[in-house]
């Protein structure tokens, strides 16, 4: 297992590329300890992709083949932009308390920064759904949860979308249901938020799944741009 990873060239980050096959990609993680970064580090390495755990406790991760593990903190610019050199996709799945206002508006900036200067390809931000606008597609009692119990937790989700959507980067950003530890479903919806009506009543849908859809989605180019609903296959209605 390795900790940390040396600055790549762009003529490196092609010849890495190379190396790695037509299909597999780079894929650096952010919260790979977390209930949906670690499923998204094992749904990345069963699809033979490269995978770069970034992680503040490296003693947590589980030596892999594929699986390159990078210690540093999301703040940290320049240790997760070594980390991200010839990415072609950053995963950022952290969140802070319910209670924070601020946290992802504090931490999302240092890392769209770390994107920038390591020239990674894009950045998925895992969001929520209920955050901003995606709360006019629930129904009124999820709403009523969203913008109470969860109000500033949804507040600092929505606020921190907007700063990537006006950042300059390559994104896609994420707005999976609830979720839950639980077997893993046949499938997950994974819907552009423009094509979703409604999303009826408060559906749940298994860490795993989100996470497979989450791996999909940083290798689906057509996405970049993108907003996109990750729901049971019931969880969602056509506009």
Do not use: C
């Not at 580090?41 to 390159?68: F, I, N, S, W």
């Not at 924070?100 to 240092?110: C, E, I, K, S, V």
């Amino acid at each position: 297992m390795a900790v940390g990873i040396a600055r790549s060239s762009g003529a490196e980050s092609r010849r890495q590329a190379d190396r790695r096959g037509e299909g597999s990609m780079k894929i650096v993680v952010v919260g790979a300890t977390g209930n949906v970064g670690a499923r998204i580090v094992d749904a990345a390495l069963a699809a033979g992709h490269q995978v770069v755990a970034y992680v503040r406790r490296p003693e947590a991760m589980v030596p892999r083949k594929g699986l390159t593990v990078a210690q540093g903190d999301a703040v940290d610019v320049g240790a997760l932009a070594a980390a991200a050199a010839g990415a072609d996709a950053v995963i950022v799945s952290i969140t802070g308390s319910t209670k924070d206002a601020t946290f992802m508006q504090r931490t999302l900036p240092q890392v769209i920064e770390a994107v920038k200067l390591a020239k990674a390809g894009r950045l998925v931000l895992v969001s929520a759904f209920g955050a901003g606008d995606t709360a006019e597609l629930a129904s009124g009692f999820a709403r009523l949860i969203y913008r109470t119990v969860l109000g500033t937790f949804f507040g600092d989700k929505a606020a921190s979308d907007s700063l990537l959507m006006r950042s300059g980067v390559d994104y896609t950003i994420v707005y999976p249901v609830n979720l839950k530890a639980a077997p893993a479903l046949p499938a997950a919806s994974v819907k552009r938020l423009e094509h979703v009506g409604k999303v009826p009543g408060l559906p749940t849908l298994p860490f795993e799944n989100v996470a497979t859809a989450l791996v999909e989605i940083a290798g689906d180019k057509s996405l970049s741009g993108a907003r996109v609903l990750v729901t049971t296959p019931k969880g969602w209605k056509p506009a």
